[in-house]
């Protein structure tokens, strides 16, 4: 009888004696928590723990696998919290950023009444023609009337991603939708978040009908300046050079008289620019709490109680680059198995590490691949993700039964 020879630093090795007195070592199954993210325009993340799971099950059939697809917060957020929380998926008519009706998803958990929304759901840029409509024509009108729908189903806490936005108001649609009124120096009601610059008095709701929100905010951008949401997000979404100034000016306006009402400045809060001002607006006009959106799917799933159960990690994401180091899921995952001692395999389409990091991104896994170029050209890996993925997954698998 032959066994597999099998060394790997911390897992679970037995000797035994073989034919002729040689000395064996058996691979005892191990238990495997595959955490990935989406890889942008190919795979969402439980598409590709599916194919990492494929992937290594077929090199490794002794192994437990565990599939915890990870969201830090952007679009994807609801339907990945929804699968691993076990959430019942409810479906309302609501609109989109354009204002146009749209049927819309949240999740509820119905024992403890708790819900997860993911406001992509109603100002989702991907649920607009590319190039039809302009930011300054859009907002978050839906995303309010999405937090008043969940409120009306008696939730009275939930959890909200906000990734994925086309907007670019700083929450006033959503604002406006919870009762909000914004006012200029005559007392008329401002209905455009474009002529928020005419701003001079904000009139809050009679009463709160919405639950308490904690949002996962996938950046940690301000809401104003050069790393504020108009320049760094505004371009992807439609905004011009031409129209920074203009968006600057209507958003600092509407933060200023905020604050004055307020007596907070939640526009210098970190994650305040995530989509287009909607951290902003959460906090100001919603009364919501802002947090990583890493921290917030590492505790709703007690993510750490998985690591420290597991013998092997591997997440994995389209791109391992320097904003792995920056709060990226990939990069927290690993950051949090190196704290437990644990292995951590990264697997991406492409790892484009930069010099200026010193490669550090490297020293956080035990062990990092990609799909190009070994495995694929660039546009095939994008294009057939998941078998490529699920090629990589098996190498690694092979290789982790061995001290490399």
């Known amino acids: 009888m032959v066994y597999p020879f099998y060394f790997l630093k911390t897992h679970k090795q037995i000797a035994i004696n073989g034919l002729f007195g040689k000395l064996f070592l058996l691979q005892v199954p191990r238990q495997v928590l595959i955490v990935p993210d989406k890889f942008k325009g190919s795979l969402q993340a439980r598409e590709a723990a599916e194919a990492i799971a494929y992937g290594w099950a077929a090199a490794c059939p002794g192994d ?13 957020f609801g339907p990945v919290m929804a699968s691993v929380l076990n959430l019942e998926k409810q479906v309302f008519e609501g609109i989109n950023a354009a204002g146009q ?7 509820l958990d119905a024992e403890s009444r708790q819900a997860v929304v993911e406001t992509a759901e109603s100002n989702g840029l991907a649920l607009l023609p590319r190039g039809r409509f302009h930011p300054f024509d859009l907002d ?21 991603g906000i990734g994925g936005s086309a907007t670019n108001d700083g929450g006033f649609g959503m604002a406006r939708s919870l009762g909000w009124a914004f006012l ?4 008329k009601a401002i209905d455009r978040w474009c002529e928020l610059d005419c701003l001079a008095s904000i009139r809050a709701p009679t009463k709160q009908t919405w639950p308490r929100v ?3 905010s996938d950046v940690q951008n301000p809401l104003l300046g050069i790393d504020g949401a108009t320049r760094v997000f505004g371009p992807q979404k439609g905004l011009r050079p031409g129209d920074f100034a203009k968006a600057d000016v209507c958003l600092g306006r509407l933060a200023k008289v905020a604050a004055e009402m307020l007596g907070t400045d939640f526009s210098v809060t970190p994650g305040a620019g995530a989509a287009g001002g909607l951290g902003f607006g959460m906090m100001a006009f919603a009364g919501a709490a802002i947090e990583p959106g890493f ?3 590492a505790n709703a799933t007690d993510l750490e109680t998985k690591i420290v159960e597991a013998d092997i990690v591997v997440t994995a994401e389209g791109a391992i680059d320097e904003q792995t180091l920056m709060g990226k899921g990939t990069g927290q995952v690993a950051r949090l198995c190196q704290r437990l001692d644990k292995p951590c395999i990264g697997l991406a389409g492409q790892l484009t590490l930069g010099k200026a990091q010193g490669n550090r991104e490297e020293e956080l896994f035990w062990r990092l691949a990609a799909m ?3 495995l694929a050209g660039e546009r095939e890996a994008i294009t057939d993700a998941a078998t490529h ?8 698998a092979k290789l982790s039964t061995f001290n490399s």
């Open 372 to 374: 190009v170029p070994d």
């Open 184 to 187: 200029d120096l005559g007392g």
């Open 101 to 107: 009706a749209r049927q819309a998803a949240w999740w």
């Open 64 to 76: 437990t696998l565990s599939l915890l697809p990870m969201s830090d917060g952007g679009d994807g």
């Open 389 to 396: 993925l699920k090629r990589l997954a098996n190498q690694e």
């Open 214 to 216: 904690t949002v996962a």
């Open 295 to 297: 921290d917030v799917f």
């Open 140 to 160: 978050t009108r839906g995303v309010g009337t999405l937090l008043l729908a969940v409120g009306q189903g008696g939730v009275t806490q939930c959890i909200a």
